[in-house]
């Protein structure tokens, strides 16, 4: 019988949507937590010095790189399923993979220019 | 406790129909009937024309799958009772094309079942005469779970993605070859891995769970996905770092 | 995948199809049920991590441009609309966390002395981390 050929490309997404939210769910909260609620209302505000010393770590630089790279490779993988199931739009899977991937590409790109 | 309840029934006769109609039926509500012995009430005495699948009465042959107030769900182990004072809604299992009122055409499934070989595959052609396969509980702890599987395609019904992709392999076919694969007996697991890691295997599952929700015996498809998910990442991670180790 | 495909919908355009009744799917078949509209939330989280990324992105540059840059960034984000808005995608993120260490063990088979651990401890293994993990980054962050 005629059968569809096993995707590793598929099998390569998956594994870095799992790999990407696994992070994002152990880092996410606390770091917008902080970062977008306790920051701005000035119920917590670290020195800029502070920051700057731990964001100038290359520990802090690498895990943050990674992160990032791992959170839009996450994203990547989901909305292009949410867009497939969601609003039905298999059809058009060809743009909609290079809308998701392509993002992840440049995001990941500009983080590694904004943390090195 | 009323002595009636009205049982709003799916009807589609293909040669007068263009689309489903509902027909209400009022039956006895007593208290040790289900929705099934409803019907049976209502095909006995009340509409010999009404028709549906049904057979054991008692969750096993898994024949009698239908849309009860919106959830899939064997009728013989739907009671009346839960649903007064009604009325209730029956429709046929969603997600399949209907041949006519409440019976479906299970054709697509009865294609892909088989296509996943849920049998006991071997690589030595001994047969039970010359060898035995034997097995400790804890082999059989590892499978037993996917093996209570009826095939009564409730999880068919409740999975958007096979509403959505009809080619999808869907939840039962994929907990039935993970039956197999975690059998000690079985040898068959590359071969099924060729059908399984593809976009129409368990790649196209986006884990909604509502497989799990609706298995009458608590087979959790779900789970048996995501963990061929997994193991079909790893293979497919090693042979494409590895691609001169075998298999 | 030939003989596992399913032949397509007969057209509507018959008035009596005489043959298998094809319910169609709709666009907003996820409104139909509970359950479906939680699992798009869920799916929909992926959106809020990404913005997640953009924004730690800006703060970092900020930071990167000295005190002033930083202060800029802390009034900017200090808005009635950016607090909201880091709200709701807070509120997306602390559901993603939550739905995946549940359904983590389900893919994980975690064995101690050969046998299998059950999902229950295997999730509250995966909490556990989440909130060590929290404590850190928090300690490192404020200092």
């Known amino acids: 019988m005629t059968m569809a050929k096993r995707s590793s490309s598929e099998a390569m997404a998956w594994l870095l949507f799992s790999a990407g939210g696994v992070v994002s769910a152990l880092l996410v909260p606390v770091l917008l937590l902080l970062s977008g609620v306790l920051f701005p209302l000035g119920l917590l505000v670290p020195e800029h010095a502070h920051l700057a010393a731990v964001l100038g770590h290359p520990l802090t630089k690498v895990v943050l790189l990674g992160l990032c790279m791992l959170a839009l490779l996450h994203w990547a993988h989901r909305f292009r399923y949410t867009l497939y199931d969601g609003l039905r739009l298999k059809r058009l899977s060809v743009p909609i993979n290079l809308l998701c991937y392509g993002g992840a590409l440049a995001g990941s790109v500009w983080a590694a220019i904004v943390l090195f | 406790m009323p002595d009636t309840i009205t049982l709003q029934v799916a009807r589609y006769r293909p040669d007068a129909d263009a689309a489903p109609t509902t027909q209400e039926y009022v039956v006895p509500l007593r208290e040790e009937w289900a929705v099934l012995d409803g019907l049976n009430y209502i095909k006995d005495r009340l509409d010999g024309t009404l ?64 296509a996943v070989k849920p049998w006991l595959v071997r690589e030595d052609e001994q047969g039970v005469d010359d060898v035995e396969f034997l097995q400790t509980p804890a082999q059989l702890a590892e499978y037993q779970q996917y093996s209570m599987c009826i095939n009564c395609m409730l999880c068919y019904a409740a999975c958007p993605v096979y509403a959505l992709e009809p080619d999808f392999l869907g939840p039962a076919a994929i907990a039935l070859a993970q039956r197999y694969n975690l059998d000690s007996r079985d040898q068959g697991a590359h071969q099924r891995l060729d059908l399984l890691a593809t976009a129409q295997g368990v790649w196209a599952c986006t884990y909604v769970g509502e497989c799990t929700s609706a298995c009458p015996k608590g087979v959790d498809p779900a789970g048996a996905i995501q963990r061929y998910k997994l193991t079909a990442a790893t293979r497919t991670l090693r042979s494409v770092l590895m691609p001169w180790a075998a298999r | 995948m030939s003989e596992l495909t399913r032949e397509s919908p007969a057209q509507g355009a018959h008035p009596l199809p005489a043959g298998p009744y094809r319910p169609r799917t709709s666009v907003f078949w996820w409104v139909r049920r509970r359950s479906y509209l939680l699992f798009v939330l869920r799916e929909l989280s992926c959106v809020f991590v990404a913005w997640f990324v953009v924004y730690l992105l800006l703060l970092v540059a900020a930071v990167h441009r000295g005190n002033d840059a930083y202060q800029g960034f802390l009034q900017w984000s200090g808005q009635p609309g950016m607090l909201v808005l880091n709200l709701v995608a807070l509120a997306f993120v602390v559901l993603h966390a939550i739905t995946w260490f549940n359904l983590a063990p389900k893919a994980m088979v975690v064995r101690l002395h050969g046998r299998r651990l059950p999902s229950r401890i295997v999730a509250a293994g995966h909490f556990t981390a989440w909130l060590v993990v929290s404590a850190l980054v928090a300690w490192l962050v404020v200092g």
């Open chain 2, 51 to 114: 028709s549906f699948r049904w057979s054991c009465r008692m969750g096993i042959c898994g024949s009698c799958g239908m849309t009860v107030n919106g959830n899939p769900v064997l009728t013989c182990g739907t009671f009346l009772t839960d649903y007064a004072p009604g009325p209730i809604r029956i429709e046929p299992l969603a997600n399949f094309p209907v041949v006519r009122d409440l019976v479906v055409e299970i054709e697509d499934f009865l294609r892909k079942l088989p």
